[in-house]
């Protein structure tokens, strides 16, 4: 099985060039979980399953893992990856590539290079199509400006039949098989970016910022209404989001591409609560029959949200830390489940949907921690462990492993990856003196089936992975506590069992995963939150609580009239 391979990326001269060496798990993937961990342990594996190794700026596989593409200072090379080695075939002279696309079906390559000097023009031609079957050029255009958010620039449907570009007011509909060059201009002043769909039949969706008072949108078009090579001017959109106070978007489309996710932001927050502008996160069918705010029960920014591959949900890490973790049924954006508030701001799904990975990186610890979906919609917390100083994260395509790395330029030290079970548990470790890159290799869809957990991986809920049962032993009994930890200001009403206070700490009740409860639900009995106190205080009593209560009432009444009656006979 040679769809499981993970790539990663070393630094080597000479300048400007990366090396790049190739780690084939091939050989843990189909087995049970402890054979799985057996053959971690073991190192299992080889070390070079493409090329011994291999230098260039660049490299990408295609989205079926079948096609491996990477530029050299001179030339790009695109090889066959189905063997082993991989086998070359063929190359293109191109001078300093410095981003490489493969289409979805693996139909088209895009190239793009630097310009040579500042003062390019548009005889330049540093954006390229090329046809896979023969390297030949297909298309070749000018770019100006390269923003790797927006990479690549030149955006394909599912089966290759439709392409949309975004340029200064207007986006381009091409159909390749037609010619690069027959295009369809949709005129829309001031559009900012556009994206297309999933599907077969792919619709687009497009963002104009705020003009002259007037309020930014995003759009949705049917490409299936455009047909007709020229210009359209004033194109009728199907669905339509409006809004003020947003300078920028990330369009995040459905699997199935019913319905966008649109998380809008501004460099300014209009409220005066952070100095790093504001977020918020709108929701828009793409048949227009529903559009509105995601109804958000914490103030803060919107960390992350993420749809699950099957589209029938999505997930959101939001406000300020603690952050809250949602999960919205899709059909009608409504609050379904909570994952628990913590210092998380990242979600990930399997490529199933049956597993969640909660984590918080960046300025956060670290902490990951693992849900699955039962078959009654309930996520279930499965485990949890801490992956210090990572960077990225990301699901094998079997579903099974997680793959964490520490990278450059964000962190140039204690560089490396690891392999996580998808209960938590560290399955290999491997440390690198400098590494840029660490990535599962993409597999044909339908490669792998949906499977659930092992009855012997069980853990207990919130039991650490082997790097925090390394830490928790290490903080055993007798452990050293300099003087001021044992007497630290502890503050009011504060849930934490030390003096160590955080920002990132949640109650209790707050970290639990349960049912969505909407603002203002009373807390579950025995919880104790920041606003409510001690236990029981203004809490709602139970029948038994209330009958005994009534009942020391009534006797401390007749002792005061007991006592009452006693002094007026004196």
Known sequence: DMSSGMQTITERTPVGLKHWKFTDCASTI????DDAAAAYARHDFS???????????????????KLFAIASAHKVEVYDATCEPYALRGSIVKNGASALYFSPSSTYLAVYQKQTS??????EKNLTIWNVSDLSMAHEVFQRQFLKAEWPYFQFSDDDAVCIRCVTNEIQIIRPAQGFDKLTRLRVPSVAVAKISPGTTPRLACFVPEIKGAPGSVRIYEIVEHTQEGVVENPQPVARKSFFRVSEVDLMWSPIGNAVLILGSSEVDATNKSYYGETALHYLKADGSFEGQVPLSKEGPVHDAQWSPLGDEFGVVYGFMPAKATIFKAEKC????ELGAGPHNTLRWNPFGRFIALAGFGNLPGDVKFFQKMKDGKYKPIGSTRASCSV?????????????STIAPRLNVDNGWKIWRYNGDLLLHEEREKIYEASWRPVPQGTFEDRPISPASKRVDGAGGATTSAASSGAAKGAYKPPHAVSAYKPPHSTS????????KASADEMKAGKFKPAGAKPSVGATTADSGPPGAGAQLSTAAAKNAKKRAAKKRAADA???LAHTSL
């Open 118 to 123: 500042s003062g390019a023009t548009k005889d």
């Open 47 to 65: 070390s070079s399953l493409a090329f011994d190794e291999v230098e260039g700026s660049v490299a990408t596989y295609s989205s079926d893992g």
């Open 392 to 404: 990225t994260l990301e699901w094998s395509p079997d579903g099974r492993r997680l793959l964490t």
């Open 30 to 33: 189909g087995l049970s979980d």
């Open 334 to 337: 409504e609050p379904k489940y």
């Open 497 to 504: 069992g030390s003096g160590n206070f955080s920002l990132a």
């Open 562 to 564: 007991a006592s009452q």
